[in-house]
């Protein structure tokens, strides 16, 4: 998900792991899987990757990929709607 994305002084987009709102995606993430009662590497079969790749991701070290995300919250029994809910309220 490359949505978050900060805005430099001359104008151009740049992409940071960094940014406030990936970190909320990350805690989210992990937030999800823990609640899906999965551990690192029963997440990691789920998704065919292996074990590391999840913690690269959970510690940010990774970009997290939309369709890895939709294939994370199935495996975890959340639709991805909901999960981007949590992160992103809509304001009324």
């Known amino acids: 998900l490359r949505l978050f994305l900060r805005r430099l002084k001359d104008g151009c987009m740049s992409i940071s792991l960094y940014h406030a709102d990936y970190a909320g995606l990350r805690a989210l993430l992990k937030d999800v899987r823990v609640k899906g009662g999965l551990t690192q590497v029963q997440m990691a079969e789920a998704l065919g990757v292996g074990q590391s790749y999840v913690s690269k991701l959970e ?34």
């Open 59 to 92: 510690r940010g070290e990774n970009f997290v990929d939309v369709l890895l995300f939709v294939r994370w919250c199935q495996a975890c029994g959340i639709s991805a709607g909901q999960t981007l809910d949590k992160l992103l309220p809509v304001n009324n």
